[in-house]
Structures are given as C-alpha cells and as structure tokens.
C-alpha cells in the first residue's frame, strides 16, 4: 500500500460562501469567518459521527449534534 503524501493544497470549504453571504442579513462577512466556520462545521461532524459511533450507529441525527 503506497503511503499518501500530505496536500499542500489546503481542503475545500465545505459550507458555501454565498449562502453565508445570504444568511447574514445586518453585517458583512470578513474573508477569515468562512474559514473559521467551516472549520467549527468540520469539528462540529466529526464529534457527531464519534458520538453516533459511539452508540453503535452508522448514521447522524441531530441528537449527535
């Protein structure tokens, strides 16, 4: 099994920066929040799937959030 190298590239948002754009109705949004959300979005799932692992499950509910 060949070893993967690590990517340079950093990941690819996972939230849309147009939506955040489209939900904040009274403020504008600063370049560095989409990153920082996407980044508390990623911990957010990746606590979600422990937890439903967890309890023996295969699939996330809201219950894992």
Excluded: H, W
Aim: hydrophobic share 45%; with cysteine.
């Amino acid at each position: 099994m060949a070893a993967r190298k690590k990517s340079t590239k950093p990941a690819e948002l996972i939230i849309s920066k147009a939506r955040v754009k489209n939900a904040v109705k009274k403020c504008n949004v600063g370049s560095e929040f989409y990153e920082a959300l996407d980044a508390f979005v990623r911990e957010a799932i990746k606590a979600a799937e422990q937890r439903a692992v967890g309890n023996k499950r295969k699939t996330l509910k809201a219950v894992d959030l």
